[in-house]
């Protein structure tokens, strides 16, 4: 999750097209594609935590 191709929008969160699939990203793994994320590029949140978030906006005062 702390790679610079990390998408979890992306086809296996992972917008590198011939990398391996890592089932479980919170684990040690090994990937030849890795490359570090930049520095402030920010926390990368999924989908529903951002649709969610939006709807929590609506409604507060």
């Known amino acids: 999750m702390n790679c610079a191709f990390y998408d979890p929008s992306a086809y296996n969160a992972c917008r590198e097209p011939q990398a391996?699939?890592?089932l479980d990203k919170d684990r040690a793994n090994r990937c030849d594609y890795f490359a570090p994320a930049r520095e402030g590029r920010g926390s990368v949140e999924s989908p529903q935590a951002k649709q969610k978030a939006a709807l929590?906006?609506?409604f507060k005062k």
Request: glycine share 0%; net charge negative; charged share 50%.
């Open 56 to 58: 929590d906006a609506l």
């Open 20 to 22: 391996e699939r890592v």
